[in-house]
């Protein structure tokens, strides 16, 4: 390698060895043992997640002001994220669920999983 080659490849591992390893990561959390991403971390970074198979734990609710479209809702009327088809989910209102699909952001519905397994949860 002639030393003008050498010298992009010193400043890059000079770049990279300023910046260190203590700052803080901006990734969203990691999901849990159990593989379970939660709604806050879904609608918070929608980008990270779009079009992913995702597995997440909340309660099965009526959408606010649409009787025919359920939702999984977190905690204290946390984050929401709409269940299709609703056809799959009906049975589980007002239940604890682990639902699993695909994560999707639409403009008709905003964040949604398109589900694949709905596993009922003790309270």
Request: charge should be positive.
């Amino acid at each position: 390698m002639r030393r003008s080659g050498l010298v992009p490849v010193i400043a890059c591992a000079s770049a990279l060895a300023a910046c260190g390893g203590s700052a803080p990561s901006t990734l969203p959390p990691a999901p849990t043992a159990a593989g379970d991403v939660s709604l806050s971390a879904l609608t918070q970074h929608p980008e990270v997640y779009a079009d992913a198979t995702v597995q997440a734990v909340g309660v099965v609710a009526h959408a606010p002001g649409h009787p025919r479209l359920y939702v999984l809702a977190g905690a204290h009327g946390g984050a929401r994220v709409a269940l299709e088809p609703s056809s799959s989910v009906a049975r589980a209102l007002g239940r604890r669920v682990r639902v699993r699909g695909i994560f999707t952001v639409t403009f008709e519905l905003g964040y949604e999983i398109l589900v694949s397994r709905t596993t009922p949860l003790a309270r």
